[in-house]
């Protein structure tokens, strides 16, 4: 009787353990503490373990269309994003083209008349040079040599006076002759100012003494070219400044400076004459100041007469 009851009372408490457990039961395995059989599993419970996953699959279904559908939002915003600063780019592209197209109008319009302005003023720089040039040359004062007097015996004892004719003086070797003066250039022999004086007084003559344009541009002919060809001829201002006088003490008028000379760069007290490489150099803008120092060649002078001629002396 015991026996019965607590085989019913266990097959009770198996029963209660089957319907509370939702899967199906495995025959095959079996509580060692069941003795006789085997509460059979509900037919009712078996078919709803078998479509418990469905709610699964219906969440899987849509959290894969959301994916999907923020995989494609996400794709287009991007795209949109990645179009609109390509466009604004190649409109700003554009528009600085644009902007620099104008300026290069601009500026090409701004250069030619430039261009245009630059060969008026030359143009009128030219004109107003060779008015200079005129008038420098007709203002020029023209400094008249004293004619020297020969007195010549005569058959009555009496004496005439006579004028120096000019086609009787001859220079000596290596001199050149313009009016009644010689001139020499010194190719190898250098020295200062004042040694450049002293050397052509040793030669019967001075440093040149330069009154006219036509005299000027006499002794810059016999000049050689070169890079910078200068020559010591005979004007300083070294007593006091700006106040030039010859060699011979006589104040100098009619100059030949070069425009922006005299300077007074560096105690430059006496002048030099150039001639250079430069084709477009004038003679009558030729002349610099100088430190009286520097080592150069130099132009000498000797007035001429026709007594003194025949023993003239290098």
Sequence with gaps: MSTTGGSLATEGFYSKLIDDEPVAYDYNHRSPDVGHRA???SPVKLNLGAKAPGPYRLATICLATLCVVLLISIIAVTAHYKSKPQGGGEATSELQKQKQGANMSDLIATISKLQQEKAQLQK???ELLAKLDAKI??????VVRPTVKVSTPTSKSTSTSTSTSTSSIVCPTGWHRFGNSCYFISSRERSTWSGSETRCQKKGGHLAIIHTAEEQTFIWDLLPRAYWNA???GITDEHAEDDWKWVDGTPVVGTFW???EPNNHNQEDCGYMIKTDVLTRVA?????DAPCSMSLPFICEKEMVPSSSASMSH
């Design 137 to 142: 040359a007709t203002t020029a004062p023209q």
């Design 231 to 233: 020559f010591w001829f």
């Design 39 to 41: 509460h059979p599993v």
């Design 284 to 288: 009558i803008r030729s002349w610099y």
């Design 124 to 126: 009128e720089k030219d």
């Design 258 to 260: 070069e425009y922006g």
